[in-house]
């Protein structure tokens, strides 16, 4: 089958690999119909990640049709149009119980070499093995469009997560900083939980354009501080959402809030330390979370938002294509020049 794979830091190919099998009595095989190249994946070419192998097929966000079940596979079956989680998930540990999959003591993301748990091939691919079919799928619904049902497996469960583990309430001021497609999705779903202003702060025209046609205020970083300050009478925001990732947006987010603040980081973050204001957050009683999207946890949720026309998630997939053309895409995104791409092998 052909396949999307990382070939050596900044650069992918599509390769003929093998086709996937049955490993487990819990696996399904997929037929990929729609997959997504997210910004994540970006940090895995860039080599930012451990343990990613040269011929490695990546990716995460899929969408497709069951078309091979496992003798343990009972809740989906041949046939079946489904959505994926970008992880796997047991089902059966404590952290599943609690529906905190990210937590599962047999986690792994899929595409993303050792750095989350063990490997897993992509989903950049024809076909994917998917383990813990019954809890890692989800059923496709026919008013889903499978462009917002692969939003759900990562950007949208991530975009929404952050709004909802900083507890944003009804005319809260929400700062999101970063302007891809996360960011650009966790700004629609404050407004959806009832955020009074969203600032998205995007150093790109382009995406700061963007922001503000879906009713968010846009901001370059230089002016960020001084319109917050502006708009909040000086107290800075109540949220702060971080979508970019490292330590400098981290200072940057905490500079933003205001005193019982509440930041919460979904940036894809490498660095193994950062110096925390811990005096400030002390004195002003901030709080600081870092949280992970769980498609498996929220994607009911999420279905229904979609399927109720709350929002349109799919307003950042700009770009489409097949996966021959992936090494082109990848490059738009990494430059910046698309917003979110979606492949159709």
């Known amino acids: 089958m052909r396949a999307v794979v990382y070939k050596s830091p900044g650069h992918v190919e599509v390769s003929d690999v093998p086709e996937p099998h049955i490993a487990e009595a819990t696996d399904a095989i997929v037929k990929v119909t729609h997959a997504g190249i997210c910004g994540t994946d970006l940090h895995v070419v860039k080599g930012d990640f451990a343990?990613?192998?040269?011929?490695?097929?990546?990716?995460?966000?899929?969408?497709?049709?069951?078309?091979?079940?496992?003798?343990?596979?009972?809740?989906?079956r041949l046939g079946d149009k489904v959505m994926s989680s970008d992880f796997t998930a047991c089902g059966q540990c404590r952290w599943c119980d609690r529906a905190e999959h990210w937590q599962c003591t047999e986690r792994a993301f899929f595409g993303t070499g050792t750095a989350f748990g063990p490997s897993i091939s992509g989903a950049q691919a024809e076909y994917v093995r998917v383990p813990f079919a019954d809890q890692t799928l989800g059923q496709l619904p026919e008013q889903c469009a499978p462009e917002a049902a692969l939003l759900m497996g990562d950007n949208l469960a991530t975009g929404w997560v952050a709004i909802e583990r900083a507890s944003t309430q009804a005319g809260d001021f929400v700062v999101v900083i970063g302007g891809g497609a996360v960011g650009q999705l966790a700004a629609l779903s404050a407004q959806v939980a009832g955020a009074g202003i969203v600032v998205l702060v995007e150093p790109n025209e382009t995406r700061r354009a963007f922001a503000t046609a879906q009713g968010s205020i846009a901001v370059h970083p230089d002016d960020a501080a001084v319109l917050v300050r502006k708009l909040t009478?000086?107290?800075?925001?109540?949220?702060?959402?971080?979508?970019?990732?490292?330590?400098?947006?981290?200072?940057?987010?905490?500079?933003?809030?205001?005193?019982?603040?509440?930041?919460?980081?979904?940036?894809?973050?490498?660095?193994?330390?950062?110096?925390?204001?811990?005096?400030?957050?002390?004195?002003?009683?901030?709080?600081?979370?870092?949280?992970?999207?769980?498609?498996?946890?929220?994607?009911?949720?999420?279905?229904?938002?979609?399927?109720?026309?709350?929002?349109?998630?799919?307003?950042?997939?700009?770009?489409?294509?097949?996966?021959a053309d992936a090494p082109g895409l990848y490059e738009l995104l990494a430059k910046q020049q698309r917003l979110k791409a979606v492949m159709t092998p």
């Not at 500079?255 to 002390?282: D, I, K, N, T």
Request: glycine letters at 14%; zero cysteines; hydrophobic letters at 45%.
């Open 51 to 76: 343990g990613i192998t040269p011929g490695a097929v990546i990716g995460h966000e899929f969408v497709g049709e069951v078309v091979e079940v496992g003798r343990a596979v009972h809740r989906i």
């Open 233 to 323: 009478d000086g107290d800075g925001a109540e949220v702060v959402v971080e979508a970019v990732g490292g330590n400098g947006p981290l200072d940057f987010a905490m500079s933003l809030a205001r005193a019982r603040g509440r930041v919460v980081s979904v940036g894809a973050h490498v660095a193994e330390s950062w110096a925390f204001p811990v005096g400030r957050a002390f004195k002003d009683e901030m709080t600081l979370s870092f949280a992970i999207g769980d498609s498996i946890r929220l994607r009911r949720k999420l279905l229904r938002l979609i399927t109720s026309g709350a929002f349109d998630p799919t307003v950042v997939v700009d770009t489409r294509g097949r996966l």
